[in-house]
């Protein structure tokens, strides 16, 4: 694998769920620590700054770390655990899939359970597990091995684990936690290549924490910052899969970066989307309009800051978000890295003016 793969690989298969982002915390200030000012906020997320020649204006690049899992609610005296969901789960695809269940004394391997299908009536056949039926199996012989081999306790956090895997085309990427380790993946390789590149303006690359489960490290790390522009670097779905048609998903894979034109959370800041399409245009960079009724990123809390940050979304289109195995294109990754570092090559005091009349 080249020097990209390999970061992806790392980045997207290390465990780390809402609220127990450290262990990819910890590979970003591994990656940009030696080359930016490092800060944190006070619940977990991760301060990147990159310092140009005139310092503004401030602009914020948002991925978040965490990915949705799951939290060890109960231990059965005969070993099994039960579980709560942290983020956003469909039913339909947890059952069956292996995790890791991440303790004091180690990461165990576990997998979904629930009544096999052989001894279900056939009315329950007909309908989709719920998760309370469900359990973990981490091969523990009791209640007691669980605890006292293993180390499990409740609120330990549970990750989905998958094999990065470079698919026959090899642009296609599958692994687990693509939303939104593809954006922290981004974010570090555009103030990797900032290093060599002129710019007027200070960038804040962030690591949030707990966008899952409710945009939280996006709303303290602002306060932190208190940035004059903000990217919310994120993934977004697909809609080049069966049964999905363009009015749902409009997205595809290997067609550029996705600029957000609408999404639940906000609608951006016009000026700053004309800006960023104009940028995309001008260098040759592909991109695609992304549309999204439901759902939001972390701009949805940045862009309501103190007086307001003008923000825009910029997005992986991804298939299969929110499970265990997601699927991106490599060349839409490089879309959005030359696109970002495009953007703030040109975004200089003067530009962040002509944005606010």
């Not at 980045?11 to 620590?33: A, R």
């Not at 991440?102 to 052989?118: A, D, E, F, L, R």
């Not at 094999?163 to 692994?175: C, D, H, I, Q």
Request: aromatic fraction near 6%; charged fraction near 25%; hydrophobic fraction near 40%.
């Amino acid at each position: 694998m080249d020097n990209t793969l390999n970061w992806l690989k790392e980045i997207s298969t290390v465990p780390g769920v809402s609220g127990f982002e450290q262990p990819v915390k910890d590979l970003m200030i591994k990656k940009l620590g030696h080359m930016t000012e490092v800060s944190y906020d006070k619940i977990g997320s991760v301060i990147f700054a990159k310092k140009g020649n005139a310092g503004a204006p401030k602009i914020m690049l948002a991925s978040h770390m965490d990915e949705i899992g799951f939290m060890v609610k109960t231990i059965t005296k005969e070993g099994f655990i039960r579980f709560t969901t942290l983020g956003g789960w469909w039913e339909q695809v947890m059952l069956g899939q292996r995790v890791t269940v991440m303790t004091s004394k180690g990461n165990i391997p576990g997998i979904v359970g629930s009544k096999p299908p052989h001894i279900l009536t056939p009315e329950e056949r007909k309908k989709v597990v719920k998760k309370r039926e469900m359990f973990i199996d981490i091969g523990a012989a009791d209640e007691q091995e669980a605890r006292s081999r293993f180390g499990v306790r409740q609120g330990d956090p549970i990750a989905p684990y998958s094999e990065f895997t470079v698919m026959a085309n090899e642009k296609y990427l599958m692994t687990k936690a693509w939303d939104n380790r593809v954006g922290c993946a981004i974010v570090a390789e555009v103030l990797e290549k900032l290093q060599n590149e002129l710019h007027a303006n200070t960038v804040y690359g962030v690591g949030t924490v707990q966008e899952e489960v409710g945009l939280r490290g996006a709303q303290t790390s602002t306060n932190v910052i208190n940035p004059d522009i903000a990217f919310a670097v994120d993934t977004c779905v697909a809609g080049d899969t069966p049964g999905v048609t363009e009015d749902l998903a409009s997205s595809k894979l290997g067609k550029g970066v996705a600029i957000g034109i609408y999404d639940a959370s906000m609608i951006p800041h016009t000026k700053l989307r004309n800006f960023v399409i104009d940028i995309a245009e001008k260098n040759n960079i592909p991109f695609q309009l992304e549309f999204t009724e439901g759902g939001g990123t972390d701009a949805g809390k940045i862009h309501v800051h103190n007086q307001g940050v003008p923000s825009l979304v910029l997005s992986i289109p991804t298939r299969y978000i929110h499970s265990h195995n997601s699927i991106i294109h490599r060349d839409d990754y490089e879309a959005a890295v030359r696109l970002l570092v495009a953007i703030i090559k040109n975004l200089d005091i003067n530009h962040y003016r002509e944005l606010l009349k």
